[in-house]
């Protein structure tokens, strides 16, 4: 495992991928050529072959930023995770109306006490959450 430095990063991007993209193999590229360490958080392809993927990625600063210029100009639309979603717990009402909106499983109902429960770690940042609390327990920290 790489040592952390002042010039090493550990980000989380979304890839998007067009149909055209999804066969071709943009995480070995962003080992073999910009000696980046992916962690793959989520990963979907679609019927229609459009991908989907949340990286974490690891590796020095200079790297990372050629790997984000490589992605683009592969056509991937890349999102840079800066932002988090955080939850009020106190505030939370425990409707549940957020599990059912939050794509990757960062929130969920707690078996067999339907207790609200979030990891902030699974997070993506949709937002929908947000859009979805009533009681509004869940905010983007930016």
Known sequence: MMAATHDTVDKKVILRFSPEL?????????????????NIIRAEVSPEKKGFLLLGLSGREADYRRA???????G??????????????????QCGL?????PSGALYLERPSLKVC?????????????????????????
Not at 68 to 74: A, G, H, T
Not at 76 to 93: G, H, M, P
Not at 98 to 102: F, N
């Open 118 to 142: 979030f990891e902030g770690e699974k997070c993506v940042v949709c937002n929908m959450c947000i859009e979805a609390c009533p009681a509004h327990a869940m905010r983007l920290d930016v």
């Open 22 to 38: 999804v066969e071709q193999p943009i995480v070995y590229q962003l080992v073999k050529e910009f000696d980046l360490i992916p």
């Open 76 to 93: 991937l639309q890349v999102q840079s995770l800066v932002e988090q979603v955080s939850w009020d717990e106190e505030r939370c009402t």
């Open 68 to 74: 984000l210029l490589y992605l683009e100009e592969e």
């Open 98 to 102: 957020c599990t059912g909106v939050c």
